[in-house]
């Protein structure tokens, strides 16, 4: 099995900039893919970025250009840092770990971004 924990949600203010981190335990070599994740107050959980096992990295439109998704293998961590951050970016950010062989998904337990203006 799979743990993940998020760090390094707070405050700031808009045009600011904060790097998620999410670090992996666990059963790491089962791990195809991770995902970041973002839910604001009365929406729905949406795709922010992700990156595969070989280093590919895909963004929702919303945030292209301006967070980046990484990882760090020898401490097992997954990254995601956010630039020119606005007050719509204000949600609570998940990081996940997906196994596409088997379909499993492991979810971290969140971490809070709030922007203010």
């Known amino acids: 099995q799979v743990q993940l924990v998020e760090s390094g949600g707070g405050l700031v203010q808009a045009g600011g900039s904060l790097r998620l981190s999410c670090a992996v335990s666990g059963s790491i070599f089962s791990i195809n893919a991770m995902e970041w994740y973002r839910q604001a107050l009365g929406k729905q959980r949406e795709l922010v970025a992700s990156i595969t096992v070989s280093g590919s990295t895909d963004y929702s439109g919303s945030v292209k250009g301006r967070f980046t998704i990484s990882r760090d293998n020898a401490k097992n961590t997954l990254y995601l840092q956010m630039n020119s951050l606005n007050t719509e970016d204000t949600a609570v950010y998940y990081c996940?770990?997906?196994?596409?062989?088997?379909?499993?998904?492991?979810w971290g337990q969140g971490t809070q971004v709030t922007v203010s203006s």
């Open positions: 996940n770990a997906k196994n596409w062989r088997t379909g499993q998904v492991t």
